[in-house]
């Protein structure tokens, strides 16, 4: 399947140069026409285009008849859906030559042609306008390690300060899931956890731009964070000769090495007349005159090596990056899956425990377990996108009421959303801040999940993460009114969770050291597809938001 590739949510546009026709009027060949459909990468149909005129007038002829060349631009998404077969296209789009700009289009495509060989490349770089690379060079040191650092949402108070990282859409632009691959690889083979990678991925998830125009527009903005972008090289080239800006765009070469768009040429006619067609002008392609046609838009001959045109003065190099080779498709598919999921929205109810034991000490700093969560909640917080949708929930017990254990606090909704005049990330924020620990308060946690369960069960949304998020301490279900008893819950979760409609639980709970106790949380969690932690501190605690965020990538 191509789905997570290509994308559900495939925004690509037919991009208009109208078709161009090349005929071959040689008088040598006669009868009808063979016709030939080309469709190339945005970026290299201009040149292709070139490349087909030259072939049109050369007279070649096949099997003694004219070839009539169609040459058309179209995202490689788009096409990839069409061939695929899933996802939306925008147009009837069935080549017979296709050229995208990346063969990892082809991972999600079954029984995809090999392809015959290679129009050009041109390396997957970083990207600053030339006065932020004046400035960053103090903050930051051309790399995937840089950028990755400066892109992890759990490290807000790091390199992010100083740099905003911009990011192409990896299921719609090569480059953008080049990028991803390659900061991965180098993430992977540091050592790195996958926490890490789950807190790039969020980040970079909220700050996509649509396009390398949209990108390099923005990298030209006044701010107080110095932008970087991740696009090709061929793309900086292009938009410093074509544009001529006043500030021009830099491309920063990552020092581990990187991944190059390799430019493949897929043939893909049925008819046999049309095959030979599309082969012959793959030969003028690959041809030295071909090869110089491509370099002099910008790009690489497929070994690397850089036309005149790669200099300084551009905002590029020709000298030949060091090589991050392209992962199997597995590996492609399984990141792109994870991006997809990434992107799904959330919905989440937290449950605040603020039952008597809440007062004690969290650890050896003193700091109480409501204090203690109650911060890092705030934190954590931070992880999510202002589309998001949470809500928040007290509970000890008859806080409404005898048998009533829970209380709302803040409904669930957008975290961007106002009430009464500012959002409801600040109101959540702010109740977060005032609550309190009742000293005499007990513990109605079964009643409670059951009631969250049930309102998260009725109140699903299938374009989302539905969550219920818990915060307790070590006592588990302490209820003198009774409610309903550890095994009870048990068996009501398990009924009720549905693998088509999931509702997960996820559970931190503080200092829980007992083993029965333990044990029980382990289950309730697992009943609903979800999962138990259990810090001992406070420090343990950061990581876990990522860890639950992590958990939709399995």
């Not at 700093?365 to 934190?379: F, K, N, P, S, W």
């Not at 996108?385 to 017990?397: L, M, R, T, V």
Request: net charge positive; charged share 20%; proline share 6%.
């Amino acid at each position: 399947m191509f789905v997570p590739l290509a994308g559900a949510v495939a925004l690509a546009v037919l991009l208009g140069v109208a078709a161009y026709v090349v005929v071959n009027k040689s008088p040598g060949c006669a009868g009808e026409k063979i016709q030939l459909s080309v469709v190339a990468a945005p970026d290299i149909q201009p040149a292709i285009q070139k490349i087909a005129t030259r072939f049109g007038k050369s007279g070649r002829a096949v099997d003694g008849r004219c070839v009539a060349v169609t040459v058309k631009a179209a995202d490689p998404a788009d096409v990839a859906n069409a061939m695929a077969g899933t996802g939306p296209t925008s147009g009837k789009l069935d080549p017979d030559l296709w050229i995208p700009d990346s063969s990892l289009w082809l991972s999600g495509v079954k029984n995809a042609p090999e392809p015959t060989g290679n129009a050009a490349s041109t390396p997957v770089v970083l990207a600053a306008s030339k006065t932020g690379a004046g400035k960053l060079q103090s903050a930051f040191s051309p790399s995937w390690t840089g950028l990755m650092s400066a892109a992890n949402a759990a490290n807000p108070d790091g390199l992010a300060r100083k740099v905003r990282v911009l990011a192409l859409d990896p299921t719609q632009n090569a480059s953008g899931l080049g990028a991803l691959l390659a900061g991965a690889a180098v993430l992977k083979q540091g050592g790195g956890s996958e926490e890490t990678l789950v807190g790039v991925l969020r980040q970079l998830s909220e700050s996509t731009v649509s396009t390398p125009d949209s990108l390099f527009a923005t990298l030209t903005k006044a701010a107080a964070r110095i932008p970087v972008g991740v696009t090709s090289e061929q793309a900086v080239w292009s938009y410093n000769t074509t544009t001529t800006p006043s500030n021009p765009a830099v491309a920063l070469y990552p020092a581990e090495g990187t991944v190059s768009l390799d430019y493949p040429i897929i043939v893909t006619a049925k008819d046999a007349a049309t095959r030979k067609a599309a082969q012959a002008l793959a030969t003028e392609v690959t041809s030295p005159n071909g090869r110089k046609t491509v370099q002099d838009y910008g790009f690489r001959a497929p070994d690397g090596k850089g036309g005149s045109l790669l200099k300084p003065d551009n905002g590029v190099s020709a000298k030949k990056p060091a090589a991050i080779p392209l992962p199997d498709a597995a590996t492609v598919t399984r990141l792109s899956q994870a991006w997809h999921q990434i992107k799904l929205g959330t919905r989440l109810l937290a449950l605040i425990d603020i039952s008597g034991t809440m007062a004690l000490p969290a650890d050896k700093t003193g700091v109480t377990r409501m204090r203690a969560i109650a911060d890092l909640t705030v934190e954590g917080l931070k992880l999510f996108p202002d589309k998001a949708e949470i809500g928040i929930w007290a509970f000890s017990d008859n806080l409404r009421g005898e048998g009533v254990d829970w209380k709302p606090v803040v409904q669930i909704g957008p975290l961007a959303q106002q009430i009464n005049g500012v959002t409801r990330r600040d109101v959540i924020n702010q109740a977060l801040q005032r609550a309190e620990a009742i000293p005499t308060g007990n513990t109605g946690l079964n009643d409670t999940l059951w009631a969250a369960y049930q309102k998260m069960t009725k109140e699903y949304e299938p374009d989302k993460v539905n969550t219920i998020l818990l915060f307790t301490d070590g006592v588990g279900n302490d209820d003198p009114n009774g409610g309903i008893s550890n095994t009870e819950i048990l068996s009501k979760l398990k009924d009720a969770y549905d693998p088509k409609r999931p509702v997960s639980l996820l559970i931190i709970s503080f200092n829980t050291q007992k083993d029965e106790d333990q044990a029980q949380m382990t289950s309730i969690a697992k009943a609903t597809g979800g999962a138990a932690y259990f810090p001992q501190t406070i420090l343990e605690i950061r990581n876990i938001f990522l860890k639950g965020i992590a958990r939709r990538l399995q």
